[in-house]
């Protein structure tokens, strides 16, 4: 796999494109009609560009990695190592499984509350991932105990 930092850049990348687009659309809409050395135009400008950087940049590489994917799918035979509940605010469950390309990582799932206890460690399952378009591989299901996405 591919290490997420690259697959942040490229949306840094493309997020950036988007936002000098979406500033020069924001340019001819908002400040040829107005005098360019109004202050309060250009901040505003400014407050919409950023804003909206904020909203598309995390997504941006991973809608167009899984979107235009036409890789045939993977399937790789995983087995539960660990489970985990978190207490804190999120209080989610979690499965932990062995990682089929390193076998000394972990591949961390959140799970469903009611399959929490149905599934065991030593459970075996499958999952199975895509190259993706910009070579991010990516899961596109996951089964335990045949519970689908549980």
Known sequence: MNAPGSLSIISLILSLVIMILFYLWLKKQIIQPHDINDKGVIYYLTFLVVFASLIVTPSVGLVINGAFD????????????????????????????????????????RIKSSNYKIINLGDSGLI???????????RVSYSINGLENP
């Not at 985990?84 to 591949?107: A, T, V």
């Open 70 to 109: 036409n890789s045939n799918p993977e399937i790789h035979i995983v087995e539960v190592v660990d489970k985990k509940i978190d207490f804190g605010r999120s209080g989610g469950k979690y499965i932990f499984l062995q990682d089929w390309e390193n076998p000394k990582e972990k591949i961390v799932l």
């Open 128 to 138: 199975v991932t895509k190259k993706g378009y910009l070579g991010f591989v990516w």
